[in-house]
Nanobody, 121 residues
Framework: QVQLVESGGGLVQAGGSLRLSCAAS????????MGWYRQAPGNQREQVAT???????NYADSVKARFTISRDNAKNTVYLQMNSLKPEDTAVYYC???????????????WGQGTQVTVSS
């Protein structure tokens, strides 16, 4: 019923930038929360940044002042602008959305397939 499609990952040198995008589609009424998580090899998945539909954002301490999350509510899309990338930012980045379905009004968590971000030193 709902699909999250990510794009924008890749390989970049330390200090470089990447922009991730994630578009949600399907039987969507609203998306109260959208955001990004990441998981590096051997580590647990961690929250990177989240944004409410009203625009309030929350960031992990490790990415504050370097990453910026934004949303286009009309397009059900969330973005993550990543600047001043560091090797420790290397991970698979997952899009997350908390979605209310049209018709059933059920609310649930949905995940993208993940996109690899690799930062070389």
């Amino acid at each position: 019923q709902v699909q999250l499609v990510e794009s924008g990952g890749g390989l970049v040198q330390a200090g470089g930038s990447l922009r991730l995008s994630c578009a949600a589609s399907g039987n969507i009424f609203s998306i109260p929360v959208m955001g990004w998580y990441r998981q590096a090899p051997g580590n647990q998945r961690e929250q990177v940044a989240t944004m409410l539909s009203g625009g309030s954002a929350n960031y992990a301490d490790s990415v504050k002042a370097r990453f910026t999350i934004s949303r286009d509510n009309a397009k059900n899309t969330v973005y993550l602008q990543m600047n001043s990338l560091k090797p420790e930012d290397t991970a698979v980045y997952y899009c997350h959305a908390n979605i209310i379905l049209r018709g059933t009004w059920r609310r649930g968590d949905y995940w993208g397939q993940g996109t690899q971000v690799t930062v070389s030193s």
